[in-house]
């Protein structure tokens, strides 16, 4: 009968723990290397505000999606939590979000103005600005400068048909098994050389897919030739396992990423390889244009939710700071998203940075929906069916159509069209 | 000399499956203790390693957090051991031992209800739960898998061969029926409880998609969920998702060999009714 | 004299009851009528937006191209990996029970391990063990010569590297269950046969199999069910890729469902997925049932642990 009742007690034990966040200590949740390292960094907030303590929680980027929303409908959402830019309008339209316009607007250190106007454009949903930018992200080229000069390119390609022909060349000398890495299932690339293109993605306020308009296709078919050509391996994600090796062996000369590359490059490839990678900004389509990529990143927004509203708003402030802005950078290598941070020796004579700051006046968002998420999703998964072969470009785009048309279904019933047909792509930067 | 030749044919046949079998968890044990060569991404074979070094244990422990995965995974199968035993022999022992209207029907539409995924129940389990705040507990986590139709019929199946007259002599001395079911028929499905138990208890550590659902907070993960969580973030960190898998795997192994019999034993005598 | 209804059999059977009711049953009934509606994200936030769409959710799924590329992968894998899986068991049965074998308690837990380890921790070993240049799988080809093989990044190798995997992982279950059926057949039977001059291929034959065909039902029956329910192994080795051609049933529901939130498309699928279990295992009965030779109901029922905690813990 002891055993009984001791058995009982345990159960009735376990059954009442809940999640073990402590009273008065601020939940933030953060992605991926920056959920790693953030850690160290509100120590140095928790010594300013003493009696505030702050719990890091880390989710890798690939769960990152799902476990936010899957928070929302089980009413888990921590205080605050960093989420990338094109997963606000989602959120936002959930109600999820707290407004924080008035919040910026009251804040001692923080201006608007200091954000670049295409990143704080991704965090805004019609006018009401929803996350502050914690790092910023754009796609553009890494590297191997080394293979470029040897087959005859002392600077990186200003145009597309520049840069087929450095890698033509390349894959012709031998110097390199591969002119560009490009990993199948992921959206980013075709969209940006769509936007360069000046394609829209969506049409009638965002509605309807826009996949097919000649715009889309040449972008899209000029990065299939890619393939085709056999200048990008038909590898899949999981081959992205060996990317810093292959990096280093010379598997590939060009790799389409973002900032956090700079920091894992630097730390994961062999010393004697340190001088021989740069960055630069994408090549154009016609070389007349200035070459457009993503506006991404990452932002902190607050829960709306919460009961803490004033200390993550300070959390906020604090990690918007120049210094820490700084701080993040050398822990990880992510971009500051605030202008007066670039101003530091550390980032103002950094090759490989000064790219980006170049490329970063020139990015444009994707569609502000909250469907966009599967929109990219879908896109990624014909892109990768085109490449394999399984498909014909106008078939899979058509489909593609079709496919967007049925998710944007909900959308227009709630009538949430902006009505505007034919609105120019939003975002619009610089 | 034939039967010979059929033991060494026999024997060679069986080496080398045990060995095709034994491969990858030993693979699995020896990368977790080679140390990281070269800014890692992407494991060598070649041979065995130079040293071997517990670097990636540590950091599981220390900075990953994984000790606090693996207190989660024991407490919560524990827990669920605990009351489905409960729960599933009182069941199973009414099914077969106790009268009462409809018992046989019960037992027809528990049947049926077998071939029903648990994938079925997700979605809306998980809705439910929500509105009753008990996501992201340990009780979301306990509460579906408390009893469970497979176990109820395992006891089931065991209390039909207690002998009706040893419950009937305990009644005519004036015992309760629950004085009875605590000291007669427990002690009598004692195997059988066993290893229900040990089923229950592995089921429950192993466990994937729904803690995977339920559980928002790094701290309240279980095992195999914080594997997963890992391997997104470190696919490029072979050794340590190694190491981490070895953590996962050894607590069981070492239980399944501690009550091999019984464990086998279940499943065969589930076997042998066929 | 009818049992009264307040009999303390009613007490005993509750607790368990009121779980599986309300923590099976009711979900199942919901799952239904989840499926019948919209219930997606915008629902979440508010639930006007909320509309009953009749039969429309499994309309646009028998119009989604990514259902029956799932429905085929979950059927390759079933209909491929059951009959292998089973034939890899019974052979390590018949090795294992061979009179001359010995150390056969060694050879059986060696070949059982794989049962128990942890569904998630094996794939993530066997992720490093099918990479195309630093995996153990790749690398032992290698040494008869096979060039390497790009199974997790190849559509035409990735659901066969699945499979190898789930085989190696089940194999020893359904072993037992085999051990356990082979040592029930009766010595004179053998002795009877080789008497008649029967060698050993032919007391497979005529002895053998047709013992032990109910044990072959009951095994393939388990395994179907089990197949069925693919999910972790795609989930952890490879996300549904490469071009989905790993994307089983599970997955797609889970990713319907608590990825993008469509939860009414996500139950369609699991209704569905329930329909298709259940079509197959009634068909298998009707074979067996054409066959003759069953048993009685209720030590069927206690042997067919489908969808709950062994089949989990053991095959799945």
């Known amino acids: 009968m002891a055993g009984a009742g001791a058995g009982a007690a345990w159960a009735l034990l376990v059954l009442g723990c809940g999640s073990p966040a402590a009273e008065g200590s601020l939940e933030l949740w953060a992605l991926g290397r920056e959920g790693e390292v953030v850690r160290e960094m509100v120590a140095g907030f928790e010594r300013r505000h003493a009696g505030t303590r702050v719990r890091v929680q880390q989710i890798p980027w690939s769960a990152a999606h799902e476990k936010l929303l899957t928070a929302y409908v089980g009413e888990a959402l921590p205080d605050l939590f960093q989420v990338g830019n094109s997963w606000i309008p989602e959120l936002a339209a959930l109600g999820a979000l707290e407004p924080l316009d008035e919040w910026i607007g009251r804040s001692a250190s923080l201006r608007a103005t200091d954000y670049f106007p295409g990143i704080l454009d991704t965090n805004v949903i019609d006018g009401v600005t929803y996350g502050v930018p914690w790092y910023v992200d754009t796609r553009l080229l890494f590297y191997r400068r080394d293979i470029l000069a040897g087959a005859g390119f002392r600077e990186p390609p200003r145009t597309w048909t520049a840069w087929v022909e450095a890698m033509e060349r390349i894959r012709a000398q031998g110097r390199a098994r591969y002119g560009i890495l490009l990993p199948l299932t992921e959206w980013q690339a075709p969209v940006v050389l769509a936007l360069q293109r000046g394609a829209a993605l969506l049409r009638d306020g965002d509605c309807y897919g826009a996949f097919s308009a000649p715009a889309f296709r040449e972008a899209f078919e000029f990065y299939v030739d890619l393939f085709r050509r056999g200048l990008a391996p038909g590898a899949g994600e999981i081959q992205s396992a060996n990317l810093y090796r292959d990096f280093a062996t010379g598997y590939f000369t060009f790799y389409l990423s973002g900032p956090w590359s700079i920091g894992e490059f630097g730390r994961r490839l062999p010393p004697a390889l340190r001088e021989e990678w740069a960055t630069a900004p994408l090549p154009s389509p016609d070389g007349v244009k200035p070459p457009l990529s993503l506006a991404g990143g990452a932002s902190l927004v607050i829960h709306r939710g919460t009961r803490r509203k004033q200390a993550a708003w300070q959390l906020i402030e604090y990690l918007a700071e120049p210094a820490q802005q700084l701080h993040l950078y050398r822990l990880v290598g992510d971009l500051p998203s605030g202008r007066r941070a670039w101003e530091d020796p550390a980032l103002a004579r950094n090759p490989h940075a000064q790219a980006f700051w170049t490329q970063l006046q020139h990015v444009r968002s994707t569609p502000k929906i909250p469907e966009w998420e599967r929109v990219a999703t879908k896109i990624g998964r014909y892109a990768e069916l085109v490449v394999r072969g399984a498909m014909a470009t106008p078939e899979a785009l058509g489909a593609l159509d079709g496919e967007v048309d049925a998710v944007l279904e909900k959308r227009r019933w709630l009538g949430r069209c902006s009505g505007r047909a034919g609105a120019p792509p939003h975002g619009e930067a610089g | 000399m034939r039967r010979i030749a059929r033991m060494a044919i026999l024997h060679v046949l069986l080496v080398l499956g045990a060995l095709l079998t034994l491969a990858p968890l030993g693979w699995m044990l020896a990368l977790s203790l080679t140390p990281v060569v070269d800014g890692g991404g992407g494991a060598e074979i070649g041979g065995l390693p130079q040293h071997l070094t517990l670097a990636h244990y540590r950091s599981l422990f220390s900075g990953l957090a994984l000790g606090r995965a693996i207190f989660n995974s024991a407490v919560l199968a524990a827990t669920v051991t605990l009351i489905a035993l409960l729960l599933d022999s009182m069941a199973g022992y009414a099914l077969a031992k106790l009268r009462f209207a409809g018992r046989e029907r019960l037992v027809r539409i528990m049947l049926g209800a077998l071939v029903i995924p648990a994938q079925v129940t997700m979605l809306p389990l998980f809705l439910m739960l929500k509105e009753l705040g008990l996501v992201n507990t340990y009780a979301g986590v306990v509460i579906p898998g408390m009893a469970s139709i497979f176990g109820i019929f395992l006891i089931r199946q065991y209390a039909l061969a207690i002998p009706d007259t040893l419950l009937d002599a305990a009644r005519i001395d004036g015992a309760s029926e629950w004085r009875i079911y605590w000291s007669i028929v427990l002690p009598a499905c004692r195997p059988i409880l066993v290893t229900l138990a040990l089923f229950t208890f592995m089921g429950t550590w192993n466990d994937f998609m729904w803690p995977l659902i339920v559980l928002m907070d790094d701290e309240m993960h279980t095992l195999p969920v914080a594997l997963a969580s890992l391997i997104g973030e470190h696919a490029q960190d072979p050794e340590l998702m190694m190491a981490g898998a070895v953590l996962a795997v050894l607590p069981v192994v070492v239980l399944f060999m501690a009550f091999q019999r019984h464990y086998i034993a279940g499943i065969m005598s589930g076997a042998l009714k066929e | ?316």
């Open chain 3, 1 to 316: 004299m009818r049992p009264p209804l307040r009999a303390p059999g009613v007490w005993f059977v509750t607790p368990a009851l009121a779980v599986i009711a309300a923590f099976f049953a009711v979900p199942v009934l919901a799952s239904v009528v989840l499926s019948l509606s919209d219930f997606d994200i915008y629902a979440v936030a508010d639930l006007r937006n909320l509309r009953f769409v009749g039969l429309r959710n499994y309309v646009e799924l028998l119009r989604d191209p990514l259902f029956w590329q799932a429905l085929a992968n979950t059927l390759y894998f079933v209909a491929v990996g059951g009959p292998l899986s089973v034939a890899v068991s019974f052979a390590a049965a018949l090795l294992v029970n061979a009179r001359l074998t010995r150390w056969k308690a060694f050879f059986r837990t060696v070949f059982f391990l794989p049962v128990v380890t942890t569904l998630v921790a094996t794939a993530v070993v066997w992720r490093y063990v099918l990479q195309t240049r630093s995996g153990l799988l790749n690398a032992g080809l290698g040494l008869v010569g096979i060039g390497p093989i790009d199974w997790l990044g190849d559509p035409r190798w990735a659901m066969p590297a699945i499979i190898l995997m789930a085989i190696w992982k089940n194999f020893g279950f359904n072993m037992v269950i085999f051990i356990a059926g082979l040592q029930s057949i009766p010595e004179r039977l053998y002795e009877a046969a080789a008497l008649d001059g029967a060698g050993a291929w032919q007391q497979l034959r005529h002895v053998t199999l047709p013992m032990l065909a109910p044990t072959f039902v009951f095994v393939v029956i388990l395994t179907v069910i089990g197949y069925c329910q693919l999910f972790a192994e795609p989930y952890v080795l490879t996300q549904g890729g490469p071009a989905n051609s790993t994307l089983s049933l599970v997955l797609l529901m889970y990713q319907e469902g608590f990825r993008w939130w469509n939860m009414g498309a996500a139950a369609a699928v699991a209704v569905v997925l329930f329909a298709i279990m259940l079509g197959l295992t009634m068909i298998q009965l009707r074979l067996r049932s054409l066959d003759g030779g069953w048993q009685s109901e209720p030590r069927r029922g206690a042997a067919v642990p489908a969808s709950d905690a062994p089949a989990r813990a053991a095959a799945r």
